[in-house]
């Protein structure tokens, strides 16, 4: 394992990042016990990996308390990075403060995740999500009083508009608050509409990307575009891929089946497993790029870290990228590339994760938000479930 500056810092992360959405049972299937997850850390812990990415909401908050367990024997080691915005397991989404952006579900969230971590301070809080609402100047003075008061080490923004960063960074250079030292974006070898914005933000300003949802919530492992797909074990998106159902997403996803099919041609000429090329691919990217995997199983662990023993030639680099091209349009082109489908809706590779009903809870249309001039398109039906069966953003 090597590791790698986080941005404009002096931090040093393990080249892959450890996601810890699926520590837990609350979400059914999809998680793993705490035995399993126990050996899970372990397993990254060994390989050299100290970098962990968790959140208040994974798991209805059950992640933060598992890996608070685990990290406490030898907390100084590990890089913790949690997050704040989504309302969590103890709000039941009808409070219109216990969610979003401002300071004072900031103060409330932090606190609880302290808690459930067991530690007196978090290495790198993200915010979660863009919510169109608090003010730029509001989350940085929040943020930079958590930093002074040692309660966190650095700041990060997930989902969050290259405009917004850029902005926000040049104020807190201004004012002597604290930097974002890295965002946290949808990136895969099926997502790829961030780059035009994202990779000249990040060299720029030095701002490290760390790629949520690195194996598009498991499309990105070719398993997808095999035959005989084995249903006995949880299969995230079985229902997106199927003709029958018309998911909402289907459309999109046929597109990245589509996609995946040249990559898994590529990958079997290099004779490593679809999800090692997949990581692989981002980790060799010429801007600072840490991808975030999650596994349920340890046996899917060692195969992830895999992607740590080897290195694509130029050539292979060349095909990956023209094959998986088609990535860097929009899922959503009326609503622009990411974060804007993200904010509007969510992503096929979380087919239920529902961004809106998570940043508002209940009472979106309750709140009255002068700053967003232009309404969204798209709305889920009020009678589908706000709960995602499963999150890694």
Known sequence: MKYKLLGRSGLRVSELCLGCATFGTNWGSIGS???ESGLIFDTFVEAGGNFFDTSNRYQESQSEEFLGTFIHANRDRHVLATKYS?????????????????????????????????TDYIDLLWIHIYDYTTPIEEILRGLD????????NYVGASNFPAWW?????????????TRFIATQVEYSIVERSCEPEFLPLAHEMDI???????????????????????LS??????????????????????????????????????????SQVSLRWLMQQPVVTVPVFSARTVDQCIEDLGACDFELTREQMHALTA?????????????????????EYG???????????????????????????????????????????????
């Open 33 to 35: 016990d705490k035995r």
């Open 86 to 118: 989504l309302f969590d397991g103890f709000s039941d989404g009808n409070d219109p403060n216990a969610c979003g952006n401002h300071r004072k579900n900031l103060m409330r969230s932090v606190e609880g995740s302290l808690k459930r971590l067991k």
């Open 145 to 152: 009083d958590l930093v002074r008061q040692g309660k966190i």
């Open 165 to 177: 960063l850029s902005r926000a960074n040049t104020m807190a250079e201004f004012q002597g608050w």
């Open 208 to 230: 490290a990307l760390v790629a949520w949802s690195a194996l598009a919530g498991g499309m990105a492992t070719g398993k997808y575009n095999e035959r005989g797909l084995d």
């Open 233 to 274: 074990q949880p299969q995230r998106l079985v229902d997106e891929v199927s003709t029958e159902k018309r998911h909402y997403w289907h459309d999109m996803t046929a597109r990245n089946l589509a996609i995946m099919d040249n990559v898994v041609k590529i990958a079997e000429q290099t004779g490593r497993p679809t």
């Open 323 to 343: 094959a998986s091209a088609p990535a860097v349009s929009s899922i959503m082109p009326s609503a622009g590339p990411y974060p804007y489908p993200m904010l």
């Open 347 to 393: 992503s096929p590779a979380l087919p239920e994760f529902y961004s809106r009903g998570l940043l508002f809870g209940n009472i979106e249309d309750q709140i009255v938000n002068h700053r967003r001039l232009l309404p969204y398109q798209y709305h889920r039906p009020a009678a589908a479930p706000t709960q995602p069966a499963s999150v890694q953003v």
